[in-house]
């Protein structure tokens, strides 16, 4: 069972910054992608940005230029820097991974307990 640890949310004044934290206890499983979704109260759960084994990166129109997403793949560890943060950034983060078990052909996710952010004044 792979498990998600997040870290480092909490609340920041609109324009201010905050490094989230996701480090993956994996065991046999061998992740090939990381990244980080957001939930708003009564909303759906979004991407906000992803990063591949090879370094590709996807990040939403809401946060480019302002977020990036780094990993330490010998760590199993994704960060993701948020700066000139505004209020409808607010919402619950949550860590994904995603990839395979070792000689099995079934792709699989997993989520972090999610980690809340809130951006006011």
């Known amino acids: 069972q792979v498990q998600l640890v997040e870290s480092g949310g909490g609340l920041v004044q609109p324009g201010g910054s905050l490094r989230l934290s996701c480090a993956a206890s994996?065991?046999?499983?061998?992740?090939?992608?990381m990244g980080w979704y957001r939930q708003a109260p009564g909303k759906q759960r979004e991407l906000v940005a992803t990063?591949?084994?090879?370094?590709?990166?996807n990040y939403a129109d809401s946060v480019k230029g302002r977020v990036t997403i780094s990993r330490d793949n010998a760590k199993n560890t994704v960060y993701l820097q948020m700066n000139s943060l505004k209020p409808e950034d607010t919402a619950v983060y949550y860590c994904?991974?995603?990839?395979?078990?070792?000689?099995?052909?079934?792709?699989?996710?997993?989520w972090g307990q999610g980690t809340q952010v809130t951006v006011s004044s």
């Open positions: 994904h991974a995603a990839g395979y078990y070792l000689g099995y052909d079934a792709r699989y996710e997993y």
């Open positions: 994996t065991g046999d499983f061998s992740i090939n992608a």
């Open positions: 990063m591949s084994n090879s370094g590709l990166t």
